[in-house]
């Protein structure tokens, strides 16, 4: 299966698109301080899930509660570097790794992802993963947004 949201054909497994994160230098040296490294940071998406990991951290939440996603940046290297960032205004979380450009997703209900609790939960959640526009216009197909 591709990152280009054809279906599974029949009888074949529905196996995750896997999308890896766009590192930056700098990022890597910051995130690793939290345990956030390439080995333990991606983003899977399924016909009915997405799941994002940013080391100890993981979001998980179903395609149809994703209700927008679109490309943003540049970001401030301050404000995205090391653990998962989290939006003071509207409580947003960023899973970051570089500060060139990521994918916004917003929620129709808000997803625990921050605290091991769900006290803290997010209304949106952005991603810095590598093929970027494929993992938007997965996002689209598979949850149906348009675009």
Not at 32 to 38: D, N
Not at 69 to 96: E, H, S
Not at 100 to 122: E, S, W, Y
Request: hydrophobic share 45%.
């Amino acid at each position: 299966m591709s990152a280009s949201g054809n279906p599974p054909l029949a009888g074949a497994a529905a196996t995750p698109v896997h999308f890896e994160f766009a590192w930056a230098p700098a990022h890597r040296r910051a995130n690793r301080l939290f345990g956030v490294t390439p080995a333990r940071t991606w983003v899977d998406v399924d016909w009915g899930t997405l799941d994002a990991h940013f080391g100890r951290w993981q979001l998980i939440t179903p395609l149809s509660n994703i209700t927008a996603v679109k490309i943003t940046g540049p970001y401030k290297f301050l404000k995205v570097a090391g653990p998962p960032r989290l939006g003071i205004t509207d409580l947003g979380i960023t899973f970051a790794t570089n500060c060139r450009q990521g994918a916004l997703l917003t929620f129709r209900d808000k997803v625990a992802a921050i605290d091991p609790f769900g006290i803290f939960r997010h209304p949106e959640l952005t991603v810095t993963v590598a093929d970027i526009d494929a993992f938007v216009r997965l996002i689209r197909n598979r949850a149906e947004l348009t675009a």
